[in-house]
């Protein structure tokens, strides 16, 4: 199994990535800032527009790693990953499976309903842990109308009309979702999921997170031999990599939102962390972005996180939180192959 090492963000959006020898050097305004070697680190994430050496770019593809751009604002840019991994003959069958709508409607069936179910459970906890918190009644009452949605998502006839639960899934979901922040500053005020631009702080880290989330289940679908781009549920579309969108939804509610959850309601992150945009003419927020050393707390948060061990439901061994990605990569593939017979989805115990 993959070994989890560390991933490199770089936030000072003036940075410069060089190489020298096996090393990944950082440069600021013509100052080196920082170093590492490039054997200590999966993946490079940075966050300007400076940009990177061919030199340093070809060091990563060399090394087996991913080397990706994102915008300030946590933006995804374009990714550089080298030479495909694994074999022509998975790649093959994943594009032929694709066009079997059976298979394709199994699959994603399983995914929405691993995320309906996950959704749920993330709501469960909070009634189990708050039982006399404000709002509990309609927590409570969301997730059962998730166990029905649940239900419906594995009855689904068509990728339309699963599509469409998934919506109605996620919008129950999002309504409970206030409720689950203790912290009532009102700074952390969540009404609804909004996106391109967040336009508050709560969606502002839910997209940041799910952005990273996404490069994470890219580079993992990679390293098995899949193609990310050639998913099963999201529709293909160019630059979009539509099978780490489909298998990021097992993961939303528990790598994501319990993460941006704890970050608010512990106060790892205040409401200085970030800088609202407005309109000249009035006070209403345009989008909503980290300042440097909010994106600092946020990925050193981030970090600490993925390295948290937990049992996996179906490999009934304990692994951290960060490969999750890349097991169910595996097993997916696996399924792809034929050696399982049906794809085992992530679900929380």
């Not at 309504?175 to 500053?185: D, E, G, M, Q, S």
């Not at 702080?201 to 997170?209: E, P, Q, T």
């Not at 097992?250 to 407005?278: A, C, G, K, W």
């Amino acid at each position: 199994m993959k070994k989890l090492l560390n991933t490199l963000y770089i936030t000072t959006p003036s940075s410069y990535l060089s190489k020298d020898g096996t090393n990944v050097v950082v440069s600021a305004d013509g100052k080196e800032i920082f170093r590492i070697p490039i054997q200590n680190i999966e993946s490079i994430i940075t966050f300007g527009y400076q940009g990177a050496s061919p030199g340093l770019m070809k060091l990563c593809v060399d090394n087996h790693v991913n080397l990706s751009f994102y915008a300030p604002n946590g933006r995804f840019i374009a990714r550089i990953c080298g030479s495909v991994n694994g074999n022509v003959l998975l790649r093959r069958k994943q594009y032929r499976l694709i066009d079997d709508q059976e298979f394709s409607l199994n699959i994603a069936s399983l995914i929405i309903a691993a995320k309906i179910y996950n959704s749920r459970a993330c709501l469960r906890r909070f009634v189990r842990d708050y039982p006399g918190k404000p709002g509990i009644e309609t927590v409570s009452h969301n997730s059962d109308i998730l166990k029905q949605k649940y239900r419906l998502a594995r009855q689904a006839s068509t990728l339309d009309v699963l599509r469409g639960i998934e919506g109605d899934a996620a919008a129950v979901y999002f309504k409970a979702f206030p409720h689950l922040i203790i912290n009532k500053n009102p700074q952390f005020i969540f009404s609804t999921r909004n996106r391109r631009p967040p336009t508050d702080i709560v969606n502002a880290m839910l997209s940041f997170g799910y952005s990273l989330l996404a490069n994470d289940c890219s580079s993992a679908l990679e390293g098995v031999g899949l193609d990310p781009a050639a998913g099963f549920m999201h529709s293909f579309r160019p630059g979009r990599n539509s099978l780490a969108l489909d298998i990021m939804e097992e993961f939303r509610s528990y790598i994501v939102d319990r993460f941006v959850l704890t970050m608010i309601n512990n106060r790892q992150i205040t409401p200085s962390d970030f800088i609202i945009h407005t309109n000249a003419e009035s006070d209403i927020p345009l989008s909503v972005s980290f300042t440097d050393n909010g994106k600092k707390k946020y990925l050193t948060a981030w970090q600490t996180r993925k390295k948290t061990e937990i049992t996996h439901p179906f490999l009934n061994e304990k692994v951290p939180i960060g490969m999750l990605p890349h097991i169910q990569a595996l097993l997916l593939a696996r399924y792809l192959r034929g050696d399982l017979d049906n794809y085992p989805v992530f679900l929380i115990k």
